[in-house]
């Protein structure tokens, strides 16, 4: 469903992990795959436990779609 990269946080200088949506145009349920991608995100927010990853923001990027960032994990 998605692509993870490793990131640095320009403002913080802190590392992160940025999770991508793999390209939902070239999938045939384009806007479902938004919708549940969106809905993970939210749901994550509002979960907090120390064997849950943290996530931080979600965002939307023209050229290459949704996006959100989270802890790094090692």
Do not use: N, W
């Not at 998605?2 to 320009?10: K, L, Q, Y």
């Not at 390209?23 to 436990?49: C, K, N, V």
């Amino acid at each position: 469903m998605g692509t993870v990269f490793e990131v640095t946080d320009t403002s913080s200088g802190e590392r992160l992990a940025l999770k991508q949506l793999r390209d939902p145009a070239g999938d045939s349920r384009g806007a479902d795959i938004d919708l549940r991608f969106r809905r993970e995100f939210h749901t994550l927010a509002r979960l907090q436990h120390p064997r849950i990853v943290e996530v931080f923001d979600y965002g939307f990027d023209a050229d290459e779609g949704p996006y959100y960032t989270m802890e790094l994990l090692d």
